[in-house]
């Protein structure tokens, strides 16, 4: 039986090194530290509770929002969603209206099905904890507007288009549970309900 040539042999050698090597580079899994960057639009559900017996509505918002992300396994990771206050007009039926501002810190555990292969497409779903901090409350009519802070679950879907060794484009949606107790001039007025679904599109990192 004829041997194969030896340069035969050097490409072909080549040509697995470099499978190999591709097979890591996009193999994203365990230890990976990742950032994702883009625009997120926070749309609230249709129904916001009532405030002084009258139903409230809040408009959806788009502002730059950011994660920061850990895989600790090939399947499995950690990402904090955070962002630029979103600021909310929001109306009152039939009494007034005004606008509040809000963080919405997001902290959820992920588990990605293709995590650990060399996939180009990498989807993820996750569920975890929410803590909203609301700010600069305000009405048209003067009346002192107040929101407490609130936590509340959250889910997740997200998926990882790979474009290099540390590039990806990203589009990932939450759906979180924000509820708010309000008082109007000190007084407890009701309920105010945000439940916004937040659509993400943008840039991911790996470092």
């Not at 919405?104 to 180009?120: F, I």
């Not at 936590?151 to 790979?162: E, Y």
Request: proline residues 4%; without cysteine.
């Amino acid at each position: 039986m004829r041997k194969a040539p030896l340069s035969t042999l050097l490409v072909s050698s080549i040509a697995a090194a470099a499978l190999m090597t591709s097979s890591q580079v996009f193999a994203y899994g365990a230890g990976d530290f990742f950032t994702r960057v883009g625009v997120a639009k926070v749309d609230p559900t249709s129904n916001n509770g009532e405030i002084l017996g009258a139903d409230v509505n809040v408009d959806a918002e788009t502002n730059f929002a950011f994660t920061l992300g850990y895989r600790f396994h090939d399947k499995m990771g950690v990402e904090l969603l955070a962002a630029l206050p979103f600021k909310h007009d929001l109306q009152v039926e039939g009494v007034t209206d005004g606008s509040t501002k809000h963080l919405p810190p997001t902290l959820t555990l992920q588990y990605y099905p293709l995590g650990g292969t060399e996939a180009r497409v990498q989807p993820y779903v996750g569920a975890g904890i929410n803590y909203t901090r609301f700010s600069d409350e305000k009405t048209d009519i003067g009346a002192s507007l107040e929101l407490d802070d609130s936590w509340g679950a959250a889910g997740q879907v997200g998926v990882d288009l790979l474009i290099d060794e540390h590039w990806a484009l990203n589009a990932a949606a939450w759906y979180i549970d924000i509820d708010s107790d309000a008082k109007v001039g000190g007084a407890e007025a009701g309920t105010v309900e945000i439940d916004p679904v937040v659509v993400m599109a943008g840039l991911s990192y790996r470092f």
